[in-house]
């Protein structure tokens, strides 16, 4: 169904619009052959916010409104407000459904593909009950386009992240129950971090991972018989450190 995007204000505690213009200007960030989605349909999902090389703030959003797609938007300040500008787009290809992206310097970036998307619940359900790996990681660059990425096949990918010079990628494995530390270059997991459906997950400056846990049977639990209010099933945060890959609940 369609969503927004909101700004949090920090300091004040209060969560502000955020207003998105449409109309490509100026340079295409993405795909030159990916159309500008429908606007009404927008439903966004994981996101990702760097600064490019030019110092212009770039917001990745993970779009289900209509399509699966990449959105790429420059977040800029206008009048004392933040506004945001669509500057292009990249589908991948196949069957994919994704769930969150992490932006690259070299203006590309990586998404995680969850399972084929038009597979019957019931058919992912047997896989994952089987050990069966259902997705992996898409990696987009300008040049190349869309890549697999080495070693990252995996049940059920789920939120990403990246290391500052861009090496290593952080991917939680849902159904894995485990964070893996993968080497960009070599396709090498070189460490994992055990963590109960593990969902979202962050990097700080110090390089320290915060992930999120949900804590329930994600086959037999879920929240589609909340009607009202928010389905408050059970989770934990966890911080990882990135080098050592310990970790611990806080």
């Given at each position: 169904?369609?969503?927004?995007?909101?700004?949090?204000?920090?300091?004040?505690?209060?969560?502000?619009?955020?207003?998105?213009?449409?109309?490509?200007?100026?340079?295409?960030?993405?795909?030159?052959?990916?159309?500008?989605?429908?606007?009404?349909?927008?439903?966004?999902?994981?996101?990702?916010?760097?600064?490019?090389?030019?110092?212009?703030?770039?917001?990745?959003?993970?779009?289900?409104?209509?399509?699966?797609?990449?959105?790429?938007?420059?977040?800029?300040?206008?009048?004392?407000?933040?506004?945001?500008?669509?500057?292009?787009?990249?589908?991948?290809?196949e069957d994919p459904f994704i769930n969150d992206v992490a932006g690259l310097q070299n203006g590309g970036f990586l998404v995680t593909h969850m399972w084929n998307?038009?597979?019957?619940?019931?058919?992912?359900?047997?896989?994952?009950?089987?050990?069966?790996?259902?997705?992996?990681?898409?990696?987009?660059?300008?040049?190349?386009?869309?890549?697999?990425?080495?070693?990252?096949?995996?049940?059920?990918?789920?939120?990403?992240?990246?290391?500052?010079?861009?090496?290593?990628?952080?991917?939680?494995?849902?159904?894995?129950?485990?964070?893996?530390?993968?080497?960009?270059?070599?396709?090498?997991?070189?460490?994992?971090?055990?963590?109960?459906?593990?969902?979202?997950?962050?990097?700080?400056?110090?390089?320290?991972?915060?992930?999120?846990?949900?804590r329930h049977d994600p086959i037999n639990e879920t929240c589609d018989d909340v009607k009202e209010g928010p389905c408050l099933l059970p989770f934990v945060i966890?911080?990882?450190?990135?080098?050592?890959?310990?970790?611990?609940?806080?």
């Amino acid at each position: 169904t369609p969503g927004s995007l909101s700004l949090f204000d920090l300091p004040s505690k209060q969560k502000m619009p955020l207003d998105i213009s449409w109309q490509s200007t100026g340079e295409v960030w993405g795909d030159s052959d990916c159309s500008v989605p429908e606007g009404k349909i927008f439903s966004p999902h994981g996101i990702d916010l760097i600064t490019r090389d030019d110092g212009k703030h770039q917001l990745l959003v993970v779009n289900h409104g209509g399509r699966e797609s990449v959105e790429f938007f420059q977040l800029s300040e206008l009048d004392n407000k933040w506004v945001l500008n669509w500057k292009g787009c990249a589908i991948p290809p196949e069957d994919p459904f994704i769930n969150d992206v992490a932006g690259l310097q070299n203006g590309g970036f990586l998404v995680t593909h969850m399972w084929n998307k038009h597979l019957p619940f019931e058919e992912v359900v047997e896989m994952i009950t089987a050990g069966v790996s259902t997705g992996w990681v898409w990696e987009w660059s300008p040049r190349s386009g869309f890549t697999k990425v080495a070693g990252s096949t995996q049940q059920m990918p789920n939120g990403i992240v990246v290391s500052k010079d861009n090496t290593k990628a952080f991917i939680n494995i849902y159904i894995g129950n485990k964070t893996i530390k993968l080497d960009l270059e070599s396709g090498q997991i070189e460490g994992e971090v055990a963590v109960q459906q593990p969902d979202n997950v962050s990097i700080d400056g110090q390089g320290n991972l915060w992930i999120a846990s949900h804590r329930h049977d994600p086959i037999n639990e879920t929240c589609d018989d909340v009607k009202e209010g928010p389905c408050l099933l059970p989770f934990v945060i966890v911080r990882a450190d990135s080098e050592t890959m310990q970790a611990k609940e806080v």
